[in-house]
């Protein structure tokens, strides 16, 4: 059967297609888990870390609705979004394979920097390459398979270090004072980057553009002019729906940005009764949260497959709706835990608002948007998170000290609070309904 020209794919061909998701991921996974403790190896101060992440948002905010702009108007013999995965794969994986050998803050924000826009660059055509690839009904089964990849990339960079203190041990530290098991990690990352991109386009290319479409790029040429003028007309022309989500995101990227930020500081002071990043327990610290952010990205994993048959059937803000409140009621009470166990299990929650801010969210976007416009309006999209991030990196500093008592659990009971106003704000939004049965694959 055949959809708008084009080929249904089965589940097989969707995970291939997303297994290049699997490397990106592992990165942003490294990025969660280990910037935060590098930052402290380093000699950064709480107050100000979140400036040190200032590169995701920034990156995302300038690099993906350009390339988003730019791929939609791209010709070449592999394809429109292809290029500008492997582009972002190289960069990715060099700046990985770099960021281990800091030997000073400036050099691992530097890094940061480069790591991230690399990232960015192969983010957004990927989440339009699925859009392009999928007919509407697989279409929530191509992103919530990106979910699910998500969360076993995660799982696994999170849980790396751990892993390889089986062959190293923990305390054995370069001389910049990071623990050799994370530069393994992020060499293991640097490999992983690019070889899984590669997999995905070999195995599952992009479409050929038909001759209608290759007509309508005549007269879209890739000037800056033209790609600034196209952003410009797609944020004028946004779907309603498309507007609605703006306070979600708003809510739940502000939270989940500063729970990256701030968990391992908050684990150290409320199970390991430590403040300082130079000491053995804030190590541990550090391995306890590597562990839960595994556990609530192995959640997310699971999750997702089990959201997709769901999905379909409530429709997507309604669930999404229910996992964001998830992970709002588990920020809450993590402030509160005493032992590692008693985190573990409020990973439950963080993995199953974790899993649906991968892929829910896509869900509802793919329903509204013209598909010519994909590429531009994923990266549009994109702004949604990283303005959050960007909000959260340049206030936090503002009203830590003040505000939150220098205490990074008082962060995270703010995350939990704007994560319950974003479940609220979901189901304002006129899109991700049900499914209708004519149209789930079980009625074809």
């Not at 990715?92 to 991230?116: E, K, N, R």
């Not at 989940?256 to 300082?276: L, N």
């Not at 976007?365 to 013209?370: H, N, S, W």
């Amino acid at each position: 059967m055949q959809v708008t020209g084009k080929p249904r794919l089965s589940l097989l061909r969707i995970i291939e297609m997303n297994v290049g998701f699997f490397g990106l991921q592992f990165s942003f996974g490294l990025q969660q888990a280990n910037m935060g403790p590098i930052y402290g190896f380093l000699g950064a101060d709480e107050a100000t870390m979140p400036l040190l992440w200032l590169a995701g948002p920034m990156t995302g905010l300038l690099v993906q609705p350009i390339i988003g702009a730019m791929s939609d108007r791209t010709q070449s013999r592999w394809g429109r979004r292809t290029p500008y995965f492997l582009i972002g794969a190289i960069i990715c994986s060099i700046s990985l394979f770099l960021m281990p050998y800091s030997s000073a803050l400036w050099m691992a924000a530097s890094l940061l920097w480069i790591l991230d826009a690399g990232n960015n660059i192969t983010m957004e055509p990927y989440r339009a390459y699925v859009a392009d690839r999928l007919v509407p009904d697989q279409r929530a089964t191509g992103f919530l398979t990106q979910s699910a990849f998500t969360g076993l990339a995660q799982t696994l960079s999170y849980l790396a270090p751990t892993l390889l203190t089986a062959f190293v041990a923990k305390d054995v530290l370069d001389a910049n004072g990071i623990p050799v098991i994370v530069k393994i990690a992020f060499i293991i990352g640097a490999i992983l980057s690019i070889s899984t991109i590669v997999w995905s386009v070999w195995r599952v290319p992009e479409l050929p553009m038909t001759a209608q479409e290759k007509a309508d790029l005549v007269g879209k040429p890739m000037t800056v002019k033209a790609t600034l003028g196209e952003i410009g007309s797609a944020i004028k022309d946004m779907p309603r729906a498309m507007r609605q989500l703006s306070l979600a995101m708003l809510c739940q990227w502000y939270a989940m940005f500063a729970y990256w930020q701030y968990i391992t500081f908050a684990v150290g002071r409320s199970i390991y009764d430590t403040s300082d990043p130079s000491s053995a327990a804030f190590r541990d610290a550090t391995l306890t949260t590597q562990q839960a952010g595994a556990l609530y990205n192995f959640i997310a994993f699971l999750g997702a497959l089990l959201l997709i048959p769901i999905v379909r059937k409530l429709g997507a803000r309604l669930v999404h709706a229910i996992c964001l409140t998830a992970s709002g009621a588990a920020m809450l009470l993590i402030p509160g835990v005493e032992t590692p166990a008693a985190l573990f299990v409020l990973m439950l929650g963080i993995g199953i608002g974790w899993a649906g801010m991968m892929g829910n969210t896509y869900v509802m976007l793919a329903d509204v948007i013209p598909p010519e416009r994909n590429g531009i309006y994923m990266g549009i999209f994109n702004m949604f998170i990283v303005i959050p991030m960007l909000i959260q990196t340049l206030t936090m500093p503002l009203f830590y000290d003040p505000l939150l008592g220098s205490d990074p659990r008082n962060v995270l009971l703010l995350g939990g609070v704007l994560m319950l106003v974003g479940a609220v704000a979901t189901m304002f939004v006129d899109a991700g309904r049900p499914v209708p049965k004519s149209l789930r694959p079980e009625a074809n």
